[in-house]
């Protein structure tokens, strides 16, 4: 094992989490007029972002992407805070970092295959 | 909501949609109690009015800040056989006029309308970036 995390490895704890996220924003407009019902979202950034700060190799399997309810947006009378447009905005940005993850995941291979191709 | 990455146009958009959202939201509750004689506290319907502060200082995207009534008088109408009519005969309405709220709706849905459009001109601005990664 190396002392530190390769691209590949950040690149796929981005794209896991953000396959987690959509499904908590599928989760979300699913349950948009559910009584009771609060929204959820994904944590990992802040955690990925605090690990990085600790010096050496970081175990990004151990950092644990939770789930949790934000609890912060206003409710409406039926007891419900899921907002459409917001879930519409986060579905956006998450599509645009997946791409991002994808397109960076795609040249790194491109890389890798230039190097086994040298003659 | 904090503003300082570079999704922030897509928050500040989306911020805008919710507040035109909850501004045609008052406008839909206008016209549907048009004719509310009687809302409970023994006089007619009054208009909401929603009123927007921006969320911080510099740039930054709109939340709404209150929902206030519209305090201009109530009219009239003779109808003396309406249960809500006073000793004369004539009956408070609500204080909605329906050419004020068409013309709010309008301009409440092309904002919501140019909103949209920057949320998407945004998306493909990004979206071009990443065709650099191609």
Redesign the interface.
């Known amino acids: 094992m190396s002392k530190t995390n390769s691209i590949i490895e950040y690149i796929e704890a981005g794209i896991k989490v953000e396959s987690l996220r959509q499904k908590a924003i599928a989760t979300n407009i699913a349950n948009l007029e559910t009584p009771g019902y609060r929204r959820l979202d994904v944590k990992f950034e802040e955690l990925l972002a605090r690990a990085l700060d600790s010096p050496g190799r970081v175990e990004l399997s151990e950092i644990e992407a939770g789930i949790y309810q934000p609890k912060q947006t206003p409710v409406k009378s039926n007891g419900n805070d899921v907002?459409l447009?917001?879930e519409?905005?986060e579905m956006?940005?998450n599509t645009?970092r997946h791409?991002?993850y994808i397109?960076?995941l795609?040249?790194k291979y491109n890389q890798m295959e230039l190097a086994i191709n040298i003659k | 909501m904090e503003v300082n990455n570079i999704?922030s146009p897509?928050?500040i958009?989306?911020s805008g949609?919710?507040a035109q959202?909850k501004r045609i939201e008052a406008i839909s509750s206008n016209t549907t109690n048009i004719h509310t004689t009687d809302a409970g506290k023994g006089e007619p319907y009054r208009r909401l009015e929603v009123t927007f502060k921006t969320d911080g200082d510099g740039i930054s995207g709109v939340s709404v800040d209150k929902i206030v009534p519209d305090m201009s008088d109530f009219p009239k109408v003779l109808r003396p056989g309406h249960p809500d009519a006073d000793e004369n005969g004539y009956v408070a309405m609500p204080n909605v006029d329906l050419p004020t709220e068409m013309i709010n709706l309008t301009v409440a849905t092309r904002a919501y309308q140019a909103n949209a459009a920057i949320?998407k001109r945004y998306?493909q601005m990004?979206?071009t970036t990443?065709e650099l990664?191609?």
Do not use: C, M, S
């Open positions: 907002n447009e917001t519409v905005g956006v940005k645009l791409k991002a397109r960076l795609k040249k | 999704f897509i928050d958009a989306i949609l919710r959202g949320l998306q990004v979206e990443l990664l191609r």
